[in-house]
């Protein structure tokens, strides 16, 4: 009966490095070696805008097109975690990233919403108790699903609803 009140502990996920090879990882394309620098993504809100642009690229080339078909984790797991790293910098509450099955045996929040995302990583707040999912649009727009336009618009919206 008491055992509903016993917490699991929070398992942490660091993606910072997986964000950093947004641009330590950069492929030989003239536009990705000229854009996708340490100096242009800074983690700032305006930093999204060169990814924004970069899958742009990478949805409409056929190069593009090839690559984001062979490497669709990486690319979701690498844009989310830039993304994710933006919206933490920018919102200064506690959000860390935690292994989604540890969040949802810690909190109720999870409850039967998220399920087929299990696996993923995301953005919590202990404090808060809210959970912010970066993963989730980055994977719906790379298949041409999203419900926002580009990247910028959901990291500012996020942004404003946990500062």
Do not use: C
Not at 2 to 25: C, E, N, P, Q, V
Not at 53 to 73: S, V, W
Not at 114 to 136: A, C, G, N
């Amino acid at each position: 009966m008491f055992g509903i009140f016993k917490r699991k502990k929070l398992i942490k996920d660091d993606l910072k490095g997986i964000a950093t090879l947004m641009y330590r990882d950069v492929s030989d394309d003239p536009w990705d070696k000229e854009n996708l620098t340490k100096r242009n993504l800074d983690f700032s809100i305006e930093s999204i805008r060169y990814i924004d642009r970069y899958t742009t690229r990478l949805m409409n080339t056929d190069m593009g097109k090839g690559l984001l078909e062979e490497h669709f984790d990486v690319f979701v797991s690498r844009i989310g975690a830039y993304i994710g790293e933006v919206i933490k910098e920018n919102t200064r509450q506690d959000f860390d990233w935690y292994e989604f099955e540890s969040v949802a045996t810690y909190t109720s929040k999870l409850d039967g919403v998220y399920k087929s995302i299990e696996t993923e990583s995301l953005l919590y707040s202990k404090d808060r108790d809210t959970v912010i999912f970066p993963m989730l649009p980055v994977s719906q727009f790379l298949q041409g699903n999203s419900t926002y336009p580009n990247f910028l618009t959901f990291v500012v919206e996020q942004i404003k609803q946990n500062s």
